[in-house]
């Protein structure tokens, strides 16, 4: 048990600094190619933030333990809204100027009723799996439209001023890119492997663990680039990696997982965890729009809110499992 507890830290640590190798590797990579800042502040950025949940997800999937994949997903999506937002917001109030996060947030919503729609039968199959995954084809190649446009947007000031804090040669660019992928999945097996263990040790279900543990761990990356962020004053940025980290966890992540390894989902997760993460989904659509030509914003006290939400939301998984 012992050994299985500092696998999962271990493996945290590994997981955090190698994601943020990744993503810093693959925006210099990108940069150095030529790639238009908004593509790489909606699909590079994205995807990297999002690198922890698909490795352990896919990990997790193919060593028959799918329910905490579907956990990490979900539960990465509460602990980005309600924790990360929520305490960056707590710091510093988040003001949204770019459109194109105004465009995200509603399609955010309709990829949360997807995920509600497939989950009504009690189960995720293989062809579910698929059509997620083909769901996600279609956002990216949206997502690389939107980010092949040369109009202004706040959220190109903000990805271009990150790229210009931090100049990276392209051979310690690709070095970092290969580095960081590699010791993805190598701490990814460590942490799926610990989390297994404590699960299988202490009569917990892989889907709580995933929902707790697995995802506030997996979603430290966004919470690291997104309190950075907002330290420079980047607020698009930071309410950006959120949304792109949502869109690729409840259709990427989940995706993989379910055609790795197809599960029965509980009822509990359709009436509590995606419940919870809609709800979330809309109350940050509803600040995070603004209404009548105002910016959207999200202030220190709905901050103060979403943080309570997953304390609330964390204390009750924790009282089922004592209980």
Same mark, same amino acid.
């Given at each position: 048990?012992?050994?299985?507890?500092?696998?999962?830290?271990?493996?945290?640590?590994?997981?955090?600094?190698?994601?943020?190798?990744? +993503?810093?590797?693959?925006? %210099?990579? !990108?940069?150095?190619?030529?790639?238009?800042?908004?593509?790489?502040?909606?699909?590079?950025?994205?995807?990297?933030?999002?690198?922890?949940?698909?490795?352990?997800?896919?990990?997790?999937?193919?060593?028959?333990?799918?329910?905490? !994949?579907?956990?990490?997903?979900?539960?990465?999506?509460?602990?980005?809204?309600?924790?990360?937002?929520?305490?960056?917001?707590?710091?510093?109030?988040?003001?949204?100027?770019?459109? /194109?996060?105004?465009?995200?947030?509603?399609?955010?919503?309709?990829?949360?009723?997807?995920?509600?729609?497939?989950?009504?039968?009690?189960?995720?199959? *293989?062809?579910?799996?698929?059509?997620?995954?083909? @769901?996600?084809?279609? @956002?990216?190649?949206?997502?690389? /439209?939107?980010?092949?446009?040369?109009?202004?947007?706040?959220?190109?000031?903000?990805?271009?001023?990150?790229?210009?804090?931090?100049?990276?040669?392209?051979?310690?660019?690709?070095?970092?890119?290969? +580095?960081?992928?590699?010791?993805?999945?190598?701490?990814? *097996?460590?942490? @799926?492997?610990?989390?297994?263990?404590?699960?299988?040790?202490?009569?917990?279900?892989?889907? +709580?663990?995933?929902?707790?543990? +697995? !995802?506030?761990?997996?979603?430290?990356?966004?919470?690291?680039?997104?309190?950075? %962020?907002?330290?420079?004053?980047?607020?698009?940025?930071?309410?950006?990696?959120?949304?792109?980290?949502?869109?690729?966890?409840?259709?990427?992540?989940?995706?993989? !997982?379910?055609?790795?390894?197809?599960?029965?989902?509980?009822?509990?997760?359709?009436?509590?965890?995606?419940?919870?993460?809609?709800?979330?989904?809309?109350?940050?659509?509803?600040?995070?729009?603004?209404?009548?030509?105002?910016?959207?914003?999200?202030? *220190?006290?709905?901050?103060?809110?979403?943080?309570?939400?997953? /304390?609330?939301?964390?204390?009750?998984?924790?009282?089922?499992?004592?209980?």
């Amino acid at each position: 048990m012992l050994m299985a507890f500092g696998a999962i830290i271990v493996g945290l640590i590994l997981l955090v600094w190698s994601a943020d190798r990744f +993503v810093e590797g693959a925006a %210099a990579t !990108a940069r150095h190619a030529g790639m238009p800042p908004l593509l790489i502040g909606m699909v590079i950025i994205g995807f990297g933030t999002s690198a922890p949940e698909m490795v352990v997800s896919a990990m997790a999937a193919m060593d028959g333990n799918p329910s905490l !994949a579907l956990g990490n997903a979900y539960g990465s999506n509460i602990a980005n809204i309600a924790l990360v937002i929520g305490l960056v917001a707590l710091i510093s109030p988040i003001q949204v100027h770019s459109q /194109v996060l105004r465009k995200e947030l509603p399609l955010l919503f309709g990829l949360c009723l997807i995920a509600g729609w497939q989950l009504l039968d009690g189960e995720l199959t *293989r062809l579910d799996g698929w059509v997620l995954l083909g @769901v996600f084809a279609v @956002v990216m190649g949206w997502s690389i /439209v939107q980010g092949m446009k040369k109009g202004p947007d706040a959220l190109i000031v903000n990805v271009d001023t990150e790229l210009a804090d931090a100049p990276m040669p392209l051979g310690k660019a690709l070095l970092w890119l290969l +580095v960081g992928l590699i010791l993805l999945v190598v701490s990814s *097996r460590i942490l @799926v492997w610990g989390a297994v263990t404590v699960a299988q040790s202490l009569g917990v279900s892989d889907l +709580v663990i995933g929902l707790t543990i +697995v !995802a506030v761990g997996t979603s430290l990356p966004e919470l690291a680039s997104s309190l950075a %962020a907002i330290k420079k004053g980047e607020h698009d940025l930071a309410l950006g990696n959120v949304l792109g980290s949502g869109i690729f966890n409840t259709l990427a992540v989940v995706g993989i !997982a379910a055609t790795i390894a197809p599960l029965s989902v509980e009822p509990d997760v359709l009436h509590r965890d995606w419940l919870l993460m809609t709800a979330l989904t809309v109350a940050l659509f509803i600040m995070g729009f603004g209404l009548k030509g105002r910016l959207g914003r999200v202030n *220190r006290l709905e901050g103060a809110g979403l943080l309570t939400v997953f /304390v609330l939301y964390t204390g009750y998984l924790a009282s089922t499992v004592l209980g």
